[in-house]
């Protein structure tokens, strides 16, 4: 298929180019360079494979693992207007997500508002909890100080990407002696659908009923559990015992949309679109840390009608993100 928009592809500046090692020591002279690159290999690789536009975000934790929060503010800007910049040079192949410094909601609302309105991003990635103050200090956007920034991105209108991240290392006591278990193998998935239930649960969607949130991987394994979760807290039809209204599917299914990022199982797309709908799966790659041409060869031959395959490789993102394409 041409015409792919694939949007959880990542880039890094100087100052978080070295978080990403972790996760590619051995491969490190080929992945560090891919992910300083925009104009080059990586857009050839788009061509080669049908990928008309990329969303462009910021490498993993970057911002969210800087707990100086004058620093965490300074490292957002900073990324975001190298992004702009390289949007402005190809803003038919470029897009870009506002990298945020959650660690301080209003400023957080504020880089947020700057990056949508006047560098014409579509939206926001944010790797996770963020650190502040000390590095065991770990906040969750679900808690009370963030309601106002998520009214302002209510307002802004453009959807929020949760992205993985792992644990605190002093919060890894279940993995030791099995670090294989770490990133995107496990604890990546773990970790996040945790931190996206726990915006359904806080009443956060009821507060701000016009908010969407994107998830990765095709939705970090919560699509498969949607059922069990809903029945196990109406057990003996006792009410469920979290402040929102209603049940966790009417959240995830109103609320959120996945993407094929890192995982390409026909299965499990197909587990996604039953779930949620085909409008609500999309497209993507991961790129660096995957490679453009398996996750389209892969989608290109997924035996899905070409009707969803469309919209799920195109239509999808072009109405939630507001793209304007040619």
């Known amino acids: 298929m041409h015409g792919k928009i694939a949007l959880e592809e ?3 500046i100087e100052a978080t180019l070295g978080d990403s090692q972790v996760f590619g020591a051995h491969v490190w002279s080929d992945l560090g360079p891919r992910l300083v690159d925009i ?6 690789e788009m061509d080669k494979h049908g990928v008309e536009m990329m969303i462009l975000s910021l490498n993993a934790p970057a911002v969210q693992a800087i707990h100086d929060v004058k620093r965490a503010i300074e490292v957002a800007r900073q990324a975001n207007d190298v992004l702009a910049e390289e949007v402005r040079k190809r803003p038919d192949r470029w897009a870009g997500f506002a990298a945020l410094p959650m660690q301080d909601p209003e400023a957080a609302a504020a880089e947020l508002t700057r990056c949508i309105k006047d560098l014409g991003f579509v939206g926001a990635l944010v790797n996770g909890f963020s650190q502040a103050g000390t590095p065991d200090n770990a906040l969750y956007y679900d808690l ?8 302002t991105a209510e307002a802004l209108g453009m959807p929020f990407y949760l992205h993985p991240r792992n644990p605190l290392p002093s919060w890894t006591r279940g993995y030791e002696g099995h670090n294989w278990m770490l990133g995107p193998n496990w604890a990546f998935a773990a970790e996040t659908a ?3 239930l726990r915006l359904i649960g806080s009443g956060l969607f009821d507060e701000c009923p016009n908010l969407q949130i994107v998830l990765g991987h095709l ?3 919560i699509p498969v559990q949607l059922w069990r979760i809903d029945g196990r807290n ?3 039809k006792e009410p469920h015992r979290y402040p929102a209204k209603h049940g966790v599917g009417h959240y995830f299914r109103k609320h959120f949309h996945v993407t094929t990022s890192g995982n390409f199982h026909t299965p499990s797309m197909l587990n996604a679109v039953a779930e949620l709908g085909v409008e609500r799966v999309m497209f993507s790659v991961d790129w660096p840390f995957e490679d453009v041409g398996q996750g389209c060869e892969w989608f290109d031959e997924a035996a899905i009608s070409e009707a969803d395959r469309v919209k799920i490789g195109r239509d999808n993102a072009i109405k939630l993100f507001k793209l304007k394409m040619k």
């Open 10 to 12: 990542h880039f890094a």
């Open 39 to 44: 104009q080059g290999m990586r857009l050839r």
């Open 144 to 151: 009370p100080q963030y309601r106002a920034f998520w009214r």
């Open 194 to 196: 945790v931190h996206a």
């Open 219 to 221: 939705g970090e394994g």
């Open 234 to 236: 109406m057990w003996m």
